[in-house]
Protein backbone atom coordinates (compact mmCIF):
# COMPACT_ATOMS: atom_id res chain seq x y z
CA UNK A 1 0.00 0.00 0.00
CA UNK A 2 1.29 3.56 -0.93
CA UNK A 3 2.02 6.19 1.78
CA UNK A 4 0.67 8.93 -0.66
CA UNK A 5 -2.03 10.39 -0.65
CA UNK A 6 -3.25 13.26 -3.08
CA UNK A 7 -4.87 16.48 -1.05
CA UNK A 8 -5.53 18.57 -4.84
CA UNK A 9 -3.82 20.24 -7.85
CA UNK A 10 -1.61 22.59 -8.91
CA UNK A 11 -2.38 25.66 -11.56
CA UNK A 12 -1.49 22.87 -14.10
CA UNK A 13 -4.45 20.92 -12.95
CA UNK A 14 -1.35 18.16 -11.82
CA UNK A 15 -2.18 16.06 -8.44
CA UNK A 16 -0.26 17.58 -5.08
CA UNK A 17 0.70 14.50 -3.30
CA UNK A 18 1.53 14.22 0.48
CA UNK A 19 3.56 11.89 1.66
CA UNK A 20 1.77 10.07 5.21
CA UNK A 21 5.25 8.16 6.35
CA UNK A 22 6.89 11.17 6.17
CA UNK A 23 4.56 13.51 7.45
CA UNK A 24 4.92 11.34 10.87
CA UNK A 25 8.01 12.15 11.18
CA UNK A 26 7.67 16.15 10.30
CA UNK A 27 4.87 17.39 11.53
CA UNK A 28 2.57 19.72 9.81
CA UNK A 29 1.52 23.62 10.63
CA UNK A 30 -1.52 24.86 9.02
CA UNK A 31 -2.47 28.88 9.33
CA UNK A 32 -5.41 30.91 7.45
CA UNK A 33 -8.06 33.34 8.58
CA UNK A 34 -11.37 32.50 9.24
CA UNK A 35 -13.15 31.41 6.26
CA UNK A 36 -9.66 30.51 4.31
CA UNK A 37 -10.28 26.64 4.24
CA UNK A 38 -8.47 25.50 7.00
CA UNK A 39 -11.10 23.26 8.15
CA UNK A 40 -11.86 21.85 4.35
CA UNK A 41 -7.75 21.15 4.36
CA UNK A 42 -7.59 19.44 7.37
CA UNK A 43 -11.03 16.86 6.35
CA UNK A 44 -9.06 16.24 3.38
CA UNK A 45 -6.33 15.01 4.82
CA UNK A 46 -7.89 12.81 7.09
CA UNK A 47 -10.27 11.24 4.62
CA UNK A 48 -7.60 10.67 2.06
CA UNK A 49 -5.32 8.96 5.24
CA UNK A 50 -8.26 7.30 6.95
CA UNK A 51 -7.40 3.94 5.54
CA UNK A 52 -3.56 4.46 6.55
CA UNK A 53 -2.73 5.67 9.76
CA UNK A 54 -4.73 6.19 13.39
CA UNK A 55 -6.14 9.49 13.59
CA UNK A 56 -6.95 11.17 16.97
CA UNK A 57 -8.47 14.52 16.53
CA UNK A 58 -8.78 17.74 19.00
CA UNK A 59 -12.29 18.89 18.08
CA UNK A 60 -13.10 22.87 20.00
CA UNK A 61 -16.02 23.61 17.61
CA UNK A 62 -17.92 20.09 16.50
CA UNK A 63 -16.31 20.39 12.82
CA UNK A 64 -15.09 16.94 12.49
CA UNK A 65 -17.78 14.96 14.13
CA UNK A 66 -19.50 13.87 10.73
CA UNK A 67 -16.08 11.74 10.53
CA UNK A 68 -17.75 9.02 11.84
CA UNK A 69 -20.77 9.15 9.52
CA UNK A 70 -18.29 7.48 6.42
CA UNK A 71 -15.13 6.48 8.50
CA UNK A 72 -14.78 4.38 11.29
CA UNK A 73 -14.02 7.43 13.18
CA UNK A 74 -15.81 7.29 17.44
CA UNK A 75 -16.84 10.50 18.60
CA UNK A 76 -16.07 11.08 22.46
CA UNK A 77 -17.98 14.07 23.79
CA UNK A 78 -15.62 15.39 26.58
CA UNK A 79 -18.52 17.00 28.37
CA UNK A 80 -19.84 13.45 29.34
CA UNK A 81 -16.79 12.06 31.29
CA UNK A 82 -14.67 13.51 34.44
CA UNK A 83 -10.96 14.53 33.87
CA UNK A 84 -9.69 10.98 34.56
CA UNK A 85 -12.06 9.02 32.63
CA UNK A 86 -10.76 11.59 30.00
CA UNK A 87 -7.23 9.76 30.58
CA UNK A 88 -8.24 6.45 30.77
CA UNK A 89 -9.86 7.01 27.07
CA UNK A 90 -6.67 8.33 26.08
CA UNK A 91 -4.90 5.02 26.80
CA UNK A 92 -7.15 3.11 25.90
CA UNK A 93 -7.50 4.85 22.25
CA UNK A 94 -3.46 3.98 21.95
CA UNK A 95 -3.58 0.57 23.08
CA UNK A 96 -6.40 -0.49 20.61
CA UNK A 97 -5.07 2.06 17.72
CA UNK A 98 -8.82 3.83 17.51
CA UNK A 99 -9.24 6.89 15.37
CA UNK A 100 -11.41 9.10 17.94
CA UNK A 101 -12.98 12.47 17.07
CA UNK A 102 -12.40 14.49 21.25
CA UNK A 103 -15.59 16.30 21.05
CA UNK A 104 -14.91 19.73 23.26
CA UNK A 105 -17.89 22.17 22.16
CA UNK A 106 -20.10 21.21 25.07
CA UNK A 107 -17.41 23.00 27.35
CA UNK A 108 -16.78 26.06 28.36
CA UNK A 109 -13.24 27.63 26.44
CA UNK A 110 -10.72 27.10 29.93
CA UNK A 111 -12.63 23.69 30.37
CA UNK A 112 -11.35 22.82 27.23
CA UNK A 113 -8.21 23.64 27.21
CA UNK A 114 -7.77 21.73 30.55
CA UNK A 115 -9.68 18.50 28.65
CA UNK A 116 -7.44 18.45 26.18
CA UNK A 117 -4.17 19.40 27.78
CA UNK A 118 -4.88 16.66 29.91
CA UNK A 119 -6.03 13.71 26.75
CA UNK A 120 -2.61 14.99 24.79
CA UNK A 121 -0.54 14.18 28.26
CA UNK A 122 -2.61 10.80 28.55
CA UNK A 123 -1.86 9.68 25.07
CA UNK A 124 1.86 11.38 25.45
CA UNK A 125 2.07 9.31 28.62
CA UNK A 126 0.98 5.58 27.31
CA UNK A 127 2.90 2.51 27.67
CA UNK A 128 6.17 1.90 25.13
CA UNK A 129 4.32 -1.31 24.00
CA UNK A 130 0.96 1.33 22.52
CA UNK A 131 3.55 3.49 21.14
CA UNK A 132 2.17 3.38 17.49
CA UNK A 133 2.19 5.59 14.52
CA UNK A 134 -0.71 8.11 14.91
CA UNK A 135 -1.95 11.62 13.53
CA UNK A 136 -2.86 14.08 16.12
CA UNK A 137 -5.04 16.89 14.70
CA UNK A 138 -5.51 20.34 16.32
CA UNK A 139 -7.62 22.34 15.15
CA UNK A 140 -7.71 26.14 16.48
CA UNK A 141 -4.22 25.65 18.48
CA UNK A 142 -3.59 29.29 19.38
CA UNK A 143 -6.32 28.54 21.89
CA UNK A 144 -3.97 25.03 23.41
CA UNK A 145 -0.61 26.87 22.45
CA UNK A 146 -0.79 30.75 22.96
CA UNK A 147 1.69 32.99 22.89
CA UNK A 148 0.71 34.70 25.56
CA UNK A 149 -1.48 33.55 28.71
CA UNK A 150 -4.42 35.61 27.78
CA UNK A 151 -7.31 35.06 30.67
CA UNK A 152 -6.57 31.39 31.32
CA UNK A 153 -5.51 30.58 35.20
CA UNK A 154 -1.90 30.21 34.94
CA UNK A 155 -1.71 26.65 35.99
CA UNK A 156 -3.90 26.31 32.44
CA UNK A 157 -1.69 27.94 30.61
CA UNK A 158 1.24 26.17 32.17
CA UNK A 159 -0.29 22.63 31.35
CA UNK A 160 -1.39 23.05 28.02
CA UNK A 161 1.58 24.31 26.55
CA UNK A 162 3.55 21.47 28.64
CA UNK A 163 0.91 19.34 26.69
CA UNK A 164 1.32 20.76 23.11
CA UNK A 165 4.97 21.11 23.34
CA UNK A 166 5.11 17.77 24.01
CA UNK A 167 3.57 16.30 20.84
CA UNK A 168 5.36 18.76 18.87
CA UNK A 169 8.69 18.38 20.07
CA UNK A 170 8.37 14.79 21.75
CA UNK A 171 6.04 12.99 20.33
CA UNK A 172 7.87 11.72 17.34
CA UNK A 173 9.59 9.18 19.10
CA UNK A 174 6.35 8.07 20.37
CA UNK A 175 4.62 6.93 17.29
CA UNK A 176 2.73 11.06 17.92
CA UNK A 177 3.04 13.14 14.78
CA UNK A 178 1.29 16.57 15.59
CA UNK A 179 -0.65 18.61 13.05
CA UNK A 180 -1.93 21.93 14.04
CA UNK A 181 -3.80 24.25 12.49
CA UNK A 182 -3.94 27.93 13.53
CA UNK A 183 -5.71 31.26 12.55
CA UNK A 184 -3.01 33.67 13.60
CA UNK A 185 1.03 32.62 13.76
CA UNK A 186 1.47 35.68 15.60
CA UNK A 187 -0.91 33.91 18.29
CA UNK A 188 0.61 30.36 18.80
CA UNK A 189 3.39 29.73 20.41
CA UNK A 190 6.34 30.05 18.78
CA UNK A 191 8.33 26.53 20.14
CA UNK A 192 5.47 24.49 18.56
CA UNK A 193 5.10 26.41 15.32
CA UNK A 194 9.26 25.65 14.92
CA UNK A 195 9.20 22.19 15.63
CA UNK A 196 6.94 21.92 11.97
CA UNK A 197 8.39 21.06 8.73
CA UNK A 198 5.63 20.86 6.37
CA UNK A 199 3.32 23.85 6.15
CA UNK A 200 0.81 24.61 4.12
CA UNK A 201 -0.17 28.52 4.27
CA UNK A 202 -3.79 30.04 3.36
CA UNK A 203 -4.97 33.38 3.13
CA UNK A 204 -4.09 35.81 5.53
CA UNK A 205 -4.09 39.79 5.92
CA UNK A 206 -2.02 41.08 8.81
CA UNK A 207 1.44 42.02 8.28
CA UNK A 208 2.76 39.91 10.93
CA UNK A 209 1.28 37.00 9.70
CA UNK A 210 2.14 37.46 6.22
CA UNK A 211 5.91 38.17 7.36
CA UNK A 212 6.08 34.93 9.93
CA UNK A 213 4.42 32.69 6.87
CA UNK A 214 6.58 33.62 4.28
CA UNK A 215 10.03 33.03 6.54
CA UNK A 216 8.63 29.60 7.25
CA UNK A 217 7.88 29.06 3.48
CA UNK A 218 11.35 30.47 2.94
CA UNK A 219 10.12 33.44 0.87
CA UNK A 220 11.39 37.06 0.67
CA UNK A 221 9.42 39.62 2.14
CA UNK A 222 8.00 40.93 -0.66
CA UNK A 223 7.14 38.36 -2.07
CA UNK A 224 4.86 38.01 1.27
CA UNK A 225 2.05 39.86 -0.38
CA UNK A 226 1.20 36.46 -2.59
CA UNK A 227 -0.40 35.28 0.87
CA UNK A 228 -2.89 37.93 0.98
CA UNK A 229 -4.41 37.66 -2.26
CA UNK A 230 -4.75 33.68 -2.35
CA UNK A 231 -8.23 32.35 -2.55
CA UNK A 232 -10.21 30.49 -0.40
CA UNK A 233 -8.94 26.60 -0.51
CA UNK A 234 -5.61 27.73 -1.89
CA UNK A 235 -2.66 27.16 0.22
CA UNK A 236 0.79 27.12 -0.18
CA UNK A 237 2.51 24.50 1.06
CA UNK A 238 6.13 23.31 1.48
CA UNK A 239 8.00 20.22 3.42
CA UNK A 240 9.61 16.86 2.95
CA UNK A 241 6.47 15.27 2.60
CA UNK A 242 5.17 17.64 0.08
CA UNK A 243 7.34 19.59 -2.12
CA UNK A 244 10.89 21.12 -1.20
CA UNK A 245 9.73 24.45 -3.23
CA UNK A 246 6.59 26.35 -2.16
CA UNK A 247 4.09 25.05 -4.45
CA UNK A 248 0.48 26.61 -4.79
CA UNK A 249 -2.15 24.05 -4.03
CA UNK A 250 -5.77 23.97 -4.65
CA UNK A 251 -7.32 21.72 -2.30
CA UNK A 252 -9.94 18.91 -3.23
CA UNK A 253 -13.33 17.99 -2.42
CA UNK A 254 -14.38 16.52 0.65
CA UNK A 255 -17.04 13.29 1.25
CA UNK A 256 -18.35 14.54 5.13
CA UNK A 257 -19.05 17.79 6.46
CA UNK A 258 -22.24 19.66 6.08
CA UNK A 259 -22.62 23.57 4.48
CA UNK A 260 -23.04 25.85 7.07
CA UNK A 261 -25.89 28.20 7.09
CA UNK A 262 -24.27 31.24 7.48
CA UNK A 263 -22.44 30.90 3.83
CA UNK A 264 -24.10 32.80 1.32
CA UNK A 265 -27.31 34.87 1.52
CA UNK A 266 -30.67 33.47 1.63
CA UNK A 267 -34.09 35.14 1.50
CA UNK A 268 -35.57 36.98 4.58
CA UNK A 269 -38.75 36.26 6.29
CA UNK A 270 -41.58 37.84 4.89
CA UNK A 271 -43.96 38.55 7.85
CA UNK A 272 -44.99 42.41 8.31
CA UNK A 273 -43.19 44.37 11.15
CA UNK A 274 -46.40 44.07 13.43
CA UNK A 275 -46.55 40.02 13.31
CA UNK A 276 -42.21 39.78 13.80
CA UNK A 277 -42.92 42.42 17.02
CA UNK A 278 -45.14 39.97 18.39
CA UNK A 279 -43.17 37.00 17.32
CA UNK A 280 -40.55 38.74 19.72
CA UNK A 281 -41.99 39.68 22.47
CA UNK A 282 -45.10 37.29 23.14
CA UNK A 283 -45.19 35.83 26.55
CA UNK A 284 -41.69 36.75 26.67
CA UNK A 285 -41.93 37.63 30.72
CA UNK A 286 -43.43 34.37 31.50
CA UNK A 287 -40.53 32.88 29.62
CA UNK A 288 -37.87 34.08 31.90
CA UNK A 289 -40.13 34.09 35.12
CA UNK A 290 -40.63 30.21 34.33
CA UNK A 291 -36.73 29.43 34.02
CA UNK A 292 -34.42 28.27 36.61
CA UNK A 293 -32.37 30.68 38.00
CA UNK A 294 -28.62 30.20 36.97
CA UNK A 295 -26.45 28.36 39.79
CA UNK A 296 -24.05 30.65 41.87
CA UNK A 297 -20.37 30.68 39.86
CA UNK A 298 -18.25 27.86 41.88
CA UNK A 299 -15.32 29.51 43.55
CA UNK A 300 -11.62 29.01 41.63
CA UNK A 301 -10.06 25.98 42.72
CA UNK A 302 -6.66 26.66 45.04
CA UNK A 303 -3.42 26.11 43.22
CA UNK A 304 -2.32 22.39 42.91
CA UNK A 305 0.86 23.63 45.13
CA UNK A 306 -1.06 25.13 47.68
CA UNK A 307 -3.19 21.67 48.08
CA UNK A 308 0.11 19.71 48.15
CA UNK A 309 1.75 22.14 50.82
CA UNK A 310 -1.39 21.93 52.99
CA UNK A 311 -1.56 17.98 52.75
CA UNK A 312 2.52 17.29 53.41
CA UNK A 313 1.82 20.24 56.54
CA UNK A 314 -1.49 17.92 57.97
CA UNK A 315 0.45 14.89 57.37
CA UNK A 316 3.30 16.23 59.30
CA UNK A 317 1.75 17.80 62.34
CA UNK A 318 -0.05 14.30 62.61
CA UNK A 319 2.80 12.00 62.49
CA UNK A 320 4.99 11.61 65.62
CA UNK A 321 8.27 13.61 66.02
CA UNK A 322 11.53 12.91 63.85
CA UNK A 323 14.06 10.30 65.31
CA UNK A 324 16.17 11.29 62.92
CA UNK A 325 18.92 14.17 62.87
CA UNK A 326 19.15 16.50 60.30
CA UNK A 327 21.84 15.14 58.42
CA UNK A 328 20.03 11.76 57.86
CA UNK A 329 16.74 13.77 56.73
CA UNK A 330 18.98 15.77 54.11
CA UNK A 331 20.70 12.77 53.11
CA UNK A 332 17.14 10.87 52.10
CA UNK A 333 15.88 14.54 50.68
CA UNK A 334 18.92 14.37 48.62
CA UNK A 335 18.60 10.55 47.44
CA UNK A 336 14.60 11.58 46.56
CA UNK A 337 16.26 14.80 44.19
CA UNK A 338 18.57 12.61 42.25
CA UNK A 339 15.81 9.78 41.93
CA UNK A 340 13.57 12.03 40.06
CA UNK A 341 16.36 14.35 38.55
CA UNK A 342 17.56 10.86 36.67
CA UNK A 343 14.20 10.19 35.57
CA UNK A 344 13.64 10.07 31.63
CA UNK A 345 12.26 13.58 30.44
CA UNK A 346 12.24 15.07 34.05
CA UNK A 347 13.79 18.29 33.51
CA UNK A 348 11.41 19.06 30.63
CA UNK A 349 8.77 19.13 33.46
CA UNK A 350 7.58 22.50 34.57
CA UNK A 351 8.94 23.56 37.63
CA UNK A 352 5.64 23.57 39.28
CA UNK A 353 5.34 19.86 38.85
CA UNK A 354 8.63 18.50 39.59
CA UNK A 355 7.76 20.55 42.95
CA UNK A 356 4.54 18.66 43.12
CA UNK A 357 6.39 15.34 42.58
CA UNK A 358 9.28 16.16 44.68
CA UNK A 359 6.53 17.04 47.68
CA UNK A 360 4.51 13.90 47.44
CA UNK A 361 7.77 11.79 47.10
CA UNK A 362 9.00 13.13 50.65
CA UNK A 363 5.46 12.56 51.81
CA UNK A 364 5.37 8.96 50.85
CA UNK A 365 9.31 8.47 52.53
CA UNK A 366 7.27 9.75 55.94
CA UNK A 367 10.14 12.83 55.57
CA UNK A 368 8.31 15.49 58.37
CA UNK A 369 6.97 18.82 56.99
CA UNK A 370 8.29 20.76 53.89
CA UNK A 371 11.97 20.40 53.34
CA UNK A 372 11.99 23.51 51.26
CA UNK A 373 10.29 26.27 49.13
CA UNK A 374 9.71 26.59 45.75
CA UNK A 375 13.08 28.80 44.85
CA UNK A 376 15.65 26.36 47.24
CA UNK A 377 13.73 23.11 45.22
CA UNK A 378 14.49 24.83 41.93
CA UNK A 379 18.18 25.31 42.73
CA UNK A 380 19.06 21.84 44.51
CA UNK A 381 16.90 20.09 41.21
CA UNK A 382 19.41 21.98 38.89
CA UNK A 383 22.37 20.37 40.97
CA UNK A 384 21.04 17.20 41.12
CA UNK A 385 20.06 17.42 37.06
CA UNK A 386 24.44 17.88 36.83
CA UNK A 387 26.46 14.34 36.58
CA UNK A 388 29.45 15.62 38.55
CA UNK A 389 30.33 12.13 41.04
CA UNK A 390 33.49 12.10 39.32
CA UNK A 391 35.05 15.29 41.11
CA UNK A 392 36.99 15.36 43.95
CA UNK A 393 35.81 17.17 46.74
CA UNK A 394 37.83 20.05 46.36
CA UNK A 395 37.51 20.29 42.83
CA UNK A 396 33.49 20.34 43.47
CA UNK A 397 33.71 22.78 46.10
CA UNK A 398 35.40 25.01 43.11
CA UNK A 399 32.75 24.09 40.69
CA UNK A 400 30.00 25.27 43.17
CA UNK A 401 31.49 28.24 44.17
CA UNK A 402 31.63 29.47 40.46
CA UNK A 403 27.99 28.61 40.73
CA UNK A 404 26.82 30.55 43.52
CA UNK A 405 25.69 33.76 41.68
CA UNK A 406 24.63 31.91 38.90
CA UNK A 407 20.69 32.46 38.05
CA UNK A 408 18.50 29.09 39.20
CA UNK A 409 17.73 28.98 35.66
CA UNK A 410 20.78 28.40 33.96
CA UNK A 411 22.81 26.68 36.44
CA UNK A 412 22.42 22.96 35.76
CA UNK A 413 24.20 23.99 32.40
CA UNK A 414 26.49 25.79 33.75
CA UNK A 415 27.84 23.51 35.91
CA UNK A 416 27.74 20.62 33.19
CA UNK A 417 29.76 22.61 31.09
CA UNK A 418 31.99 23.33 34.34
CA UNK A 419 32.39 20.03 35.44
CA UNK A 420 33.42 18.98 32.27
CA UNK A 421 36.17 21.95 31.94
CA UNK A 422 37.53 20.23 35.70
CA UNK A 423 37.41 16.85 34.37
CA UNK A 424 39.55 17.75 31.34
CA UNK A 425 36.92 16.19 29.47
CA UNK A 426 35.27 17.53 25.96
CA UNK A 427 32.76 20.18 25.70
CA UNK A 428 29.15 18.52 26.38
CA UNK A 429 27.22 18.31 23.09
CA UNK A 430 23.88 20.12 22.52
CA UNK A 431 21.95 16.95 23.83
CA UNK A 432 23.37 16.99 27.29
CA UNK A 433 22.87 20.67 27.60
CA UNK A 434 19.36 20.24 26.32
CA UNK A 435 18.67 17.84 28.73
CA UNK A 436 19.92 19.61 31.86
CA UNK A 437 18.45 23.07 30.47
CA UNK A 438 15.36 21.28 29.64
CA UNK A 439 14.98 22.18 26.30
CA UNK A 440 14.62 20.32 22.49
CA UNK A 441 15.14 22.84 20.86
CA UNK A 442 18.87 23.52 19.44
CA UNK A 443 18.16 27.64 19.22
CA UNK A 444 17.10 28.00 22.28
CA UNK A 445 20.81 26.19 23.28
CA UNK A 446 22.80 28.71 21.14
CA UNK A 447 20.87 31.32 22.77
CA UNK A 448 21.93 29.83 26.51
CA UNK A 449 25.55 29.40 25.67
CA UNK A 450 25.37 33.11 24.00
CA UNK A 451 24.06 34.28 26.72
CA UNK A 452 26.19 32.82 29.17
CA UNK A 453 29.00 34.29 27.60
CA UNK A 454 28.14 37.58 27.67
CA UNK A 455 27.37 36.87 31.51
CA UNK A 456 31.12 36.27 31.24
CA UNK A 457 30.62 32.54 33.01
CA UNK A 458 31.77 31.27 30.08
CA UNK A 459 34.28 31.33 27.04
CA UNK A 460 33.11 29.93 23.35
CA UNK A 461 35.94 29.04 20.69
CA UNK A 462 34.42 27.47 17.27
CA UNK A 463 37.02 25.36 15.86
CA UNK A 464 37.28 25.76 12.14
CA UNK A 465 36.40 21.98 11.86
CA UNK A 466 32.83 22.81 12.93
CA UNK A 467 33.60 21.52 16.57
CA UNK A 468 33.42 23.98 19.79
CA UNK A 469 35.54 24.66 22.74
CA UNK A 470 33.90 25.65 26.35
CA UNK A 471 35.83 27.09 28.80
CA UNK A 472 35.07 28.46 32.54
CA UNK A 473 37.07 31.42 33.87
CA UNK A 474 38.01 29.94 37.63
CA UNK A 475 39.11 26.94 36.99
CA UNK A 476 42.35 27.43 35.32
CA UNK A 477 44.60 24.83 37.61
CA UNK A 478 41.83 23.08 39.05
CA UNK A 479 41.57 19.57 37.88
CA UNK A 480 40.81 16.04 38.79
CA UNK A 481 44.41 14.30 40.09
Known amino acids: MGTRITIGHDSTAQAVTFDVEELLATRLLVQGNSGSGKSHLLRRILEESAGLVQQVVIDPEGDFASLADVFDHVVIDAAAYSAAEIEALAGRIREHRASVVLALEGLEVEQQIRCAAQFLNALFDAPRAHWYPALVVVDEAQMFAPSQGGEMAEDTRRMTLSAMTNLMCRGRKRGLAGIVATQRL ?15 MGRTFLDIDMQRAADLLGMERRQAERIRDLERGHFLALGPAISRRPQAVKIGPVKTGKALAVEGLMPLPEAPRAEMESL ?21 PPPVEEIERGLVERE ?20 ILREIANEDGATYR ?16 RIPGVPMDMAAFQRRFALASVRMGNLDDHVRARVLELGEGVDDDILAPFLTIATANALGAPAPDDDELARVYGTSSPGRIRRLLDHLERLGLIVVREEYGGGRTLLVPGLEGVSVQ
Do not use: M
Not at 316 to 335: C, I, K, L, M, Q
Open 280 to 300: LVKDLAEEVAAAPPPPPPAPP
Open 186 to 200: AKLAKNVAAEASNFL
Open 350 to 365: PASRQYQGFLTRCRQA
Open 316 to 335: AAAAPAPTEDDGEREARVDA
